[in-house]
Every structure is written in C-alpha cells, then in structure tokens.
C-alpha cells in the first residue's frame, strides 16, 4: 500500500497517535505524516503509507493557512490554553486595548519576521524535542529565526470581562508558530497572550476541503500526490531499468528535483541532475520500492 492521506485530525489526539491508528488500519508500520499538529489542534494532517513515507521532507516544506482564536489577557507557559497561566492583564490595562491597536500590532506580523518558537515546540535540542525538555523541568530558550506571514487577516474580535478573543486567518511558511504570534501580540499589548483554537486548513498543496477521517479518508496515490509537489517526467521501460540498478539516465527538463513515473503510472523515483565529464545526467536521490 503506498499514497498519501489528508486526515482531518481531531482535537485530543497527537500526530503520533493518528500514525497509530492509521498503522493499524492499513496493517503497516511504514506510516509517517507530515509536520505535526498539537493535541490541541484539528485539521489538515499529511499521512504518507509505504513509499511515501520518504517524499514527506516534500510536503512538510509547503505552506500553511490556519484559523485561530488569540485570548488575551493572560500568558501561559506553553502558550496555549494546555499550559498553567503564569501572569494576569491588569484588569484596567485589558479593558484600555482597542481594536486599532489589536489591528496595528497584529499588521507587525505580516512578511519576513524574526519569531522565537514556543519553548515547547517538537524543535530537537541535542536530540530532545524542546517539550520534553520542559516536561523534564529544563529551562529551554529557542533562537528566534526568520519565518514568513503572508496575510494575518482579522476575522473578529470580542471584547469579553476577562479577556479578549481574536479570531484570525493566518497563511504562512513552513516553520512559523500561530501560538508564537497570540503570545507576541500579547506582549506588544502589554496585557499577555496564548492559543485557544487552531484549525489548520493548508499543507500546501493539500487542503483541508479534500480532507477525511481517520478510517474512512481515501488514499491519494503516491505518483498523483508528488506530482502536485514536485515537477515530474514519465520513464520508458529502459529507463526504468536503469533507475532499478541505481544508474542515470537522460538529464530532467529543468533545474531541481524531478519526480519520476513509469510506464505503468506508478511513482519511480526521485531524480536530480549531476554533472560528470562534461554531460548532464539525471541521476537517482531516492529509488522506490513498490508495495
């Protein structure tokens, strides 16, 4: 079994758990998904069976497009609403924040920005994911790094006795952290900031409208799913043949790396190509083994 599914992942359940469930439903361990979604969050999760398994590198360096909801007025430790609240707005404070100033400083966000992930983030340090780290009673701090916000559009805001809910619509890079933004623009306020809903919509190319359960999301065939990530080129059966022994064969169309489908529609390969001797050759990154 090999191809990709669009899970539309509910709330409670980790990434991890969903590539459970999905090993068991197809009676393979060759499961793995494409960037991961807190127990908190729903919505769009890339799951590669078989083969594709070794193209989600692809997948998970698409874009993204989220809806959340920002509660300001008080900052947690994860910053979302999983985490213990460690500081409370001034009640004063709180009700002095106007939409303009929610607006202009949410408008801060939009293009290439420095952000510093959450301190529980899936980022690796030293081989340990940062939240277990802070589960482990560590006192991590991630270097900010350079992400991209295309459009960060306000959907509403609702001015509450405790708080303030923003919903917004964010479309971003690959990388960027929605609960990094609810606790800056809670800071840049000066009345704190977390997460309390995210529903990703977008894994670039595939959207949460093709979306479908955990049991009954239909498989989109690994030649049908790269093709929308990655240019590709059709294989004759020499080709094929070379490509099985690992050899090169004539040069891709263009630049970059090419997906490759044989004779038959099926995803061949990843090919690439190298110059040796003077000549142009397309030549093997990844070879796959059909199921």
Not at 74 to 79: E, F, I, Q, S
Not at 87 to 92: G, M, Y
Not at 185 to 207: A, D, I, K, M, Y
């Amino acid at each position: 079994m090999n191809g990709f599914l669009v899970i539309d992942k509910p709330s409670g359940m980790t990434s991890h758990d969903v590539v459970a469930k999905i090993r068991k439903r197809f009676g393979t361990k060759r499961v793995g998904h494409a960037g991961t979604l807190d127990p908190m969050a729903t919505g769009v999760l890339v799951i590669g069976i078989g083969n594709a398994t070794k193209l989600m590198q692809y997948i998970v360096d698409g874009s993204k497009s989220y809806q959340a909801t920002i509660s300001l007025g008080a900052a947690t430790h994860t910053d979302d609403k999983e985490g213990d609240v460690i500081s409370v707005a001034d009640p004063a404070v709180l009700n002095s924040v106007t939409e303009e100033a929610i607006r202009t400083e949410l408008n801060k966000f939009v293009g290439n920005i420095q952000q510093k992930p959450s301190s529980v983030s899936a980022i690796k340090v030293d081989g340990k994911t940062a939240h277990q780290r802070v589960r482990d009673g560590e006192v991590v701090d991630l270097p900010a790094r350079e992400v991209t916000i295309s459009k960060l559009e306000v959907l509403s805001i609702e001015k509450l006795e405790e708080t303030i809910l923003v919903k917004v619509v964010v479309d971003c890079s690959a990388g960027t952290y929605i609960r990094a933004i609810a606790r800056d623009l809670g800071n840049l306020l000066h009345v704190g900031g977390h997460l309390t809903e995210l529903r990703r919509t977008l894994v670039s190319p595939f959207s949460l409208n093709e979306s479908g359960g955990i049991e009954d999301a239909p498989i989109i065939e690994t030649a049908a799913g790269i093709s929308r990530v990655l240019p590709t080129r059709q294989l004759d059966f020499e080709e094929q043949s070379e490509i099985s022994f690992g050899r090169s064969v004539s040069a891709n169309p263009g630049e970059g790396i090419y997906a490759a489908i044989s004779s038959s529609g099926n995803f061949a390969a990843l090919l690439e190509n190298k110059e040796s001797g003077g000549k142009v050759a397309a030549a093997p990154k990844l070879v796959a083994v059909q199921e």
